[in-house]
């Protein structure tokens, strides 16, 4: 069966999914399993794999989108500070501001950031489904208002719309679009110092790291690799970010910085050392 084939059954059943919890009788149940679909971690752990196991370049530009739409996410609530519905009323945890809604904002951006990549009906499907479950989901439990999942929405399509046409339009030379990049990346850890929130931090950081990929974007190639090796090299990228980004969470600003802008080098780079290896081996 075709992959188009795949994502298409994919939306299918999880456009019927809320029929399955109702009639199951576990309706709130449901819904805070299918309110995940939105969760930031997870996404940034999609464009890993999509990074190895899809295209590098379709990789890092997906995370740039979600690192757009994240730090705009932090920034807006923190700016507008608008409350969430009464907790007593809340059918799952939540925490921080409710205007947008960091759920859908990060699946937003990311269905619609691989949506415009690829030019792909059965995404844009997925993802119009995948989105409006995850809309949905934050209304119906309750941690939001329709209009916090609207601003999510609109924000998400600005960050991705965005990233898109400014990797397309703007052409430069690796360094240069490595230094704009960087300089990007530590904009935005600059707004810690604004708005007083270590996200800016960890996003910057993440940023400048990847900062590395237009500089060594053309050492990369992962068609030659087996479907095993890419794995692997996917596998050990996901541990290494995991164990950083945990590892950061107990630090001051700066440990915190490198230790994501460490993430995003090494995200990019690890391939180098596959390629290195075969060299060597070859010879």
């Not at 996404?43 to 730090?71: E, Q, R």
């Not at 541990?239 to 990019?268: D, E, M, N, R």
Request: overall charge positive; some cysteine; glycine content about 8%.
């Amino acid at each position: 069966m075709k992959t188009k084939h795949i994502l298409i059954i994919i939306a299918v059943l999880l456009a019927v999914s809320p029929l399955l919890g109702l009639l199951l009788g576990k309706w709130v149940d449901y819904w805070r399993i299918a309110t995940n679909l939105g969760d930031e971690p997870a996404y940034i752990a999609l464009t890993i794999l999509l990074f190895y196991l899809v295209d590098p370049h379709l990789g890092v530009n997906v995370l740039i989108a979600l690192s757009t739409g994240a730090w705009l996410d932090v920034f807006m609530k923190n700016l507008f500070k608008l409350p969430r519905p009464p907790s007593e009323l809340w059918l799952a945890p939540a925490e921080g501001y409710g205007f947008p809604s960091g759920h859908a904002t990060t699946s937003t951006t990311f269905w619609t950031s691989l949506s415009l990549e690829t030019r792909r009906r059965e995404v844009y499907l997925l993802g119009a489904v995948t989105v409006a479950i995850v809309c949905l989901s934050r209304i119906i439990l309750n941690v939001h208002y329709p209009v916090d999942v609207a601003g999510g929405v609109v924000l998400g399509l600005f960050s991705s719309f965005s990233v898109y046409y400014a990797t397309r339009k703007i052409t430069l030379k690796p360094w240069l679009a490595s230094l704009a990049l960087a300089l990007y990346g530590v904009a935005v850890s600059v707004l810690t110092f604004v708005q007083g929130d270590l996200n800016f931090v960890r996003l910057g950081g993440l940023l400048v790291g990847l900062a590395v990929y237009p500089l060594i974007r053309e050492k990369i190639n992962l068609r030659k690799e087996s479907f095993l090796t890419k794995t692997i090299l996917a596998l050990v990228a996901l541990v290494l970010a995991f164990g950083f980004t945990q590892v950061a969470k107990s630090q001051a600003p700066l440990p915190q910085f490198i230790l994501y802008l460490a993430t995003g080098s090494i995200t990019v780079s690890l391939p180098l050392l596959r390629s290195k290896s075969g060299r060597k081996t070859t010879g």
